[in-house]
């Protein structure tokens, strides 16, 4: 018997199924049983003993395999074409998460904007891409054009190489520069605050460790039991979970990875995380007993999970967060500046901007410097201290009546 449990939503039952399907994907089928919440529990529970009973997990067809002839490129094809054979050759190239960007950005902006336009390859000029730039600029950030232009110059750069074309239009394009980014963060009060409407939630977790580690949303999500050495008291942050449409469907990518080599680090395992681990770990077990073979075993070897098992999605966390902090009257924050809020209260206790580039896990200084450098309150007293016992002397000049 297919596993399944009952979900509330908008005031009704609902029956969820999860199975794998023939070929081994996680599956999961909503079906509404019409039953109102209220006074409805014991016929909601038979409807879902009956649904698991009768379901019957259905063949999947293998999905077909696109291939993509290089002979069939020539430039006289349109440029939106062009980019969508391309995105194909490029896709075992990069990462999966890469690959899903370059589909998004080019089949809901780029691709539609010159299939308008009814550009050729051998057609577009430079003042082409250069207009399109002026007017998503209109309407996005420099940052997001900038995305744009990467794919583009990308897919004309493989165009030069198979001669479709002399040279590489997008190079005699100006780029926008790309804005100085400021993140926005919580002082330890906001923290406070934060941590205490997050206690018992699904939230609590993922809150305590991009406030407390500094842990990217992919890292958050990502962190395993085998990650955490419980007699060394260390924690060491090496697998990433992100999401992503790929193939007009929501993906999670688990990857044993991090966003760069440096991004592998190893943390202590403050006491009070200790205690709220140990006290997960008696959950999720008395969680998998309650629900047995109800309870999603995909997930066992992660740490923020939900009740029956099901890993907390990245998505959830960025909506859920933000909900949160309106429904609770906070400031409006990302749940990537809990990040940031982590690096500005390190720089306010004194903490190194070289020891908050390790804890963070950025490739090199530099990065840490440009993004908190604004935030390094210590230093330029440091500054200011020295100037003063420097020019002490020369200072007294305006203290004179």
């Known amino acids: 018997m297919v596993a399944g449990h009952l979900q509330e939503k908008n005031g009704y039952y609902y029956v969820v199924l999860n199975y794998k399907d023939s070929n081994g994907k996680r599956r999961s089928k909503w079906i509404s049983t019409k039953l109102p919440i209220k006074g409805n529990k014991k016929r909601a529970e038979q409807c879902l003993l009956?649904?698991?009973?009768?379901?019957?997990?259905?063949?999947e067809p293998e999905p077909a395999t696109k291939m993509v002839q290089v002979s069939s490129f020539n430039n006289d094809m349109l440029f939106c074409d062009f980019l969508e054979k391309w995105l194909e050759i490029a896709?075992?190239?990069v990462s999966i998460s890469t690959y899903c960007s370059?589909?998004?950005?080019?089949?809901?902006?780029?691709?539609?904007?010159f299939k308008k336009e009814g550009t050729t390859l051998s057609g577009l000029k430079p003042i082409n891409i250069q207009c399109f730039y002026m007017e998503q600029l209109n309407r996005v950030k420099a940052t997001t054009v900038i995305h744009y232009h990467?794919?583009?110059?990308?897919?004309?750069?493989?165009?030069?190489?198979?001669e479709l074309l002399l040279s590489n239009p997008a190079d005699r394009v100006e780029r926008p520069r790309k804005e100085k980014f400021i993140g926005a963060f919580y002082d330890s009060g906001e923290i406070k605050k934060l941590f205490e409407i997050t206690k018992g939630t699904k939230l609590e977790l993922p809150v305590f460790l991009g406030a407390f580690y500094g842990l990217r949303r992919s890292e958050a999500i990502g962190l395993k039991w085998d990650a955490i050495d419980f007699d060394n008291d260390t924690i060491t942050i090496m697998h990433t979970v992100t999401a992503c449409r790929?193939?007009?469907?929501?993906?999670?990518?688990?990857?044993?990875?991090?966003?760069?080599?440096?991004?592998?680090?190893?943390?202590p395992l403050v006491p009070v995380f200790k205690e709220m681990l140990t006290e997960r770990k008696v959950k999720q077990e008395y969680y998998q007993k309650i629900f047995g073979k109800s309870y999603n075993k995909n997930y066992l070897d992660y740490i923020c999970v939900d009740e029956i098992g099901n890993i907390i999605s990245p998505n959830y966390v960025t909506t859920a967060f933000s909900k949160l902090l309106e429904k609770n009257g906070m400031r409006h924050i990302r749940y990537h500046d809990l990040r940031h809020s982590c690096a500005s209260l390190m720089l306010a206790n004194g903490v190194s901007m070289k020891q908050i580039q390790e804890w963070l896990g950025h490739s090199d200084f530099s990065t840490t410097a440009n993004i908190y450098a604004h935030l390094d309150y210590h230093s330029k007293q440091a500054s200011a201290d020295a100037m003063i016992e420097s020019l002490n002397d020369a200072l007294s000049v305006f203290l004179e009546k």
Do not use: N, W
């Open 50 to 59: 009956e649904e698991r009973a009768k379901f019957i997990i259905e063949e």
């Open 91 to 93: 896709k075992p190239t």
């Open 102 to 113: 370059y589909v998004t950005l080019s089949q809901s902006v780029i691709i539609p904007y």
């Open 150 to 162: 990467a794919i583009i110059h990308r897919a004309l750069k493989y165009a030069v190489k198979i």
């Open 246 to 267: 790929l193939d007009g469907k929501l993906t999670e990518i688990k990857q044993d990875a991090t966003k760069t080599a440096s991004s592998m680090r190893t943390l």
